[in-house]
């Protein structure tokens, strides 16, 4: 059978509002309202000029079951677009669009094929192919599932190609809803050739063989979802192997900075590296239409940053970022540098940061907890990530046997949240 290649996106939310901006700023809201849109425009251009045989979307492509017109509007443009390319589209919904409510004027249209909540294979139906290239795939019924889709997926005997696709958390991945929990070896057992996902927005290839990938979100929407956003290019073969390839797509990039500000002397040092940090960004992609940055000042300054990183300073930045080639919008500025952060004061202090911090350095006494939680710690990752990936560098059953690694991974550790909390209280 011939090389098989398509484009994998998911977490569109079409018509989606961008959040946590400090600021107020007309142009980059007009950047945000057509972001998402513009991430949906590529992917289908990108399907179209790299002449893909399909695209798959793993749920969650608009934003409510009930789309806003322009997202209709737009969705029903592209899909007519691929169609006049040739090129079908396989559609899982998921929490955000489900089957509930799903507009019955899109369930239609050609060369769309969206899947129904039970398990379902359909075969991919290209001139170059034979039916031995099947995508199976499940969608949501209600915005709420509960249920473990993947068990329901097998592949059918004399099948060259197996791909699934479907909306869910795999290992209970955090800051995501639990729905359609499913393990790596509930995907594996499956016996497909590849797993196409949707739901986890930061994306992520979680296996190699068989390939198992979150393309995660197209545009991120807020600081939390930072890093360049896009879909997968997967070439597959006849002995059924995957290879995927990440695609951008969004215009928008959010990103936090790390800038160690130790050799600054004034405003101007100030000024100069920030903007230095920003242009480094800002040239790496050409695709890019504005960048969000958050700052956050480390190191150890041998001056007073409160009378350098002032309102007139970041006002000047401000603008000094908005006419670089890609527009650099300032999110804010923390200063977490080493002396901003007093550890052994904030350990004193009443409230949940106080007694985490003293809880951090009575735990590195006691061997028995700390044994204890390398164990779990272990198991825990043991079930997620095959062990032979598991170098020494990560095991966390070096905690117990290894001193000065506890002692620094706990120092982090507490540093990390006394970091948090302040930034927290800065914004």
């Avoid at 070439?235 to 951008?248: C, I, L």
Wanted: with cysteine; aromatic share 8%; proline share 5%.
């Amino acid at each position: 059978m011939a090389e098989l290649r398509f484009l994998h996106a998911a977490d569109i939310h079409l018509g989606r509002p961008f959040s946590g901006l400090r600021k107020s700023n007309p142009e980059l809201a007009q950047i945000f309202r057509s972001a998402g849109y513009q991430a949906w425009d590529r992917l289908v251009s990108a399907a179209i000029d790299l002449n893909v045989d399909f695209v798959t979307l793993g749920g969650d492509t608009f934003d409510s079951s009930y789309p806003t017109v322009r997202a209709r509007t737009a969705f029903s443009k592209g899909v007519e677009d691929l169609h006049s390319a040739g090129i079908p589209l396989f559609m899982a919904l998921g929490n955000h669009d489900p089957l509930a409510g799903f507009p019955g004027t899109l369930q239609g249209l050609p060369g769309l094929e969206i899947f129904n909540e039970e398990a379902e294979g359909r075969s991919v139906s290209c001139a170059e192919f034979t039916p031995g290239a099947v995508v199976f795939g499940a969608s949501f019924a209600k915005p709420e599932v509960n249920d473990n889709l993947v068990r329901n997926f097998r592949r059918d005997p004399g099948i060259d190609m197996a791909i699934g696709l479907v909306h869910a958390n795999v290992a209970g991945v955090g800051g995501h809803k639990n729905y359609a929990p499913c393990s790596l070896d509930d995907l594996v057992g499956s016996g497909m050739d590849a797993w196409c996902l949707g739901h986890v927005h930061s994306g992520g290839i979680l296996r190699n063989d068989p390939l198992i990938l979150y393309s995660g979100a197209a545009q991120g929407s807020h600081i939390n979802e930072s890093g360049r956003k896009g879909c997968y290019l997967i070439t597959m073969s006849g002995r059924g192997e995957a290879h995927p390839e990440f695609v951008p797509l969004g215009p928008v990039l959010w990103d936090t900075l790390e800038m160690d500000v130790s050799s600054i002397t004034g405003p101007d040092d100030y000024l100069n590296i920030a903007e230095e940090i920003c242009l480094k960004i800002s040239g790496k992609d050409s695709g890019l239409k504005a960048i969000v940055a958050s700052i956050n000042l480390q190191g150890n300054p041998s001056v007073n940053l409160s009378e350098i990183v002032s309102g007139e300073t970041t006002e000047l930045l401000e603008e000094r970022l908005a006419d670089l080639q890609v527009p650099v919008f300032l999110n804010g500025v923390c200063d977490l540098t080493s002396d901003s952060i007093d550890m052994e004061d904030l350990a004193k202090g009443e409230g949940f940061l106080g007694e985490f911090l003293r809880m951090c350095r009575k735990f590195q006494s006691d061997a028995g907890a700390i044994e204890e939680m390398a164990r779990e710690v272990y198991a825990d990752l043991a079930r997620k990530v095959p062990s032979r990936y598991i170098g020494e560098e990560i095991d966390p059953r070096r905690l117990a046997t290894d001193p000065n690694f506890l002692a620094d991974t706990m120092d982090r550790v507490a540093r990390q949240m006394a970091q948090t909390f302040s930034q927290s209280k800065r914004q």
